[in-house]
């Protein structure tokens, strides 16, 4: 799906992606949904806003939850707030961005955010950056900021936005190898298009060999 293009694409059971341009960056950056079940609300993460989402949301059954897969990701989501009532939680390390005072919840690395839906750390390009297991389907991996798709390729970011590149860069390569331990067919990327299949795969060919982006903002 393409970013000026309306609707969800369904990656795999239960796992829907969409993209829109970033209002602050200009690049199309990716969201996921997953529509609730048995009458519940469904689940956004790291929710990008365009004209269609609330409409398509509601038809959907929804917004229940709001994740961020870290603090520079909420994007939309004081609107899923405003329209559904939509609680939204963030990893705990990175809640000094939201300030006293905020209806934003904390969570932990390890806690499950929403059913079936499980944070793990990477911790390296800033300490609240991670990454969702989603156990829908043939399972999905979504990456906040350390991964992204650049010109076709998983890649690191451009070294300026890094504090430390190798340093960083090095960390996050071994902050990625346990994340090839879970199930998952489908890799999500907040910065790229998805992977519908052979995404673990695709994530261990880059760990072992790993491009880097190259592109001023």
């Known amino acids: 799906m393409s970013g000026d293009s309306p609707g969800f694409d369904e990656l795999t059971d239960g796992v829907l992606d969409w993209s829109a341009p970033h209002p602050r960056i200009g690049q199309v950056v990716h969201s996921a949904f997953l529509p609730g079940r048995d009458g519940s609300a469904g689940v956004a993460i790291d929710p990008i806003g365009t004209d269609w989402l609330g409409d398509a949301l ?6 229940g939850r709001v994740v961020l897969s ?5 994007r939309a ?3 899923l ?3 559904f009532g939509a609680e939204v939680v963030a990893p705990a390390s990175g809640m000094h961005e939201f300030g ?9 690395w390890g806690d499950e955010v929403a059913a079936g839906v499980t944070a793990h750390e990477i911790g390296v390009i800033c300490p609240d950056d991670g990454a969702l297991h989603i156990e829908r389907g043939a399972g999905a991996l979504l990456i906040a900021d350390s ?9 690191f970011v451009p070294d300026f936005l890094m504090d430390e590149p190798e340093q960083t860069k090095a960390g996050t390569l071994q902050a990625l190898q346990p994340l090839l331990e879970l199930e998952f067919e489908v890799l ?6 998805p992977s519908r299949s052979g995404g673990r795969e695709e994530l261990r060919a880059f760990i072992e060999n790993p491009h880097q982006a190259d592109f001023q903002i």
């Open 77 to 79: 989501c004081e609107d």
């Open 147 to 155: 991964v992204i798709r650049w010109e076709g390729h998983l890649s």
């Open 188 to 193: 999500l990327l907040a910065h790229g298009e």
């Open 70 to 74: 870290n603090r520079h990701h909420r």
């Open 81 to 83: 707030v405003e329209r």
């Open 58 to 63: 509601a038809e959907a059954g929804g917004v």
């Open 100 to 108: 006293i005072g905020t209806s934003i919840h904390p969570y932990e």
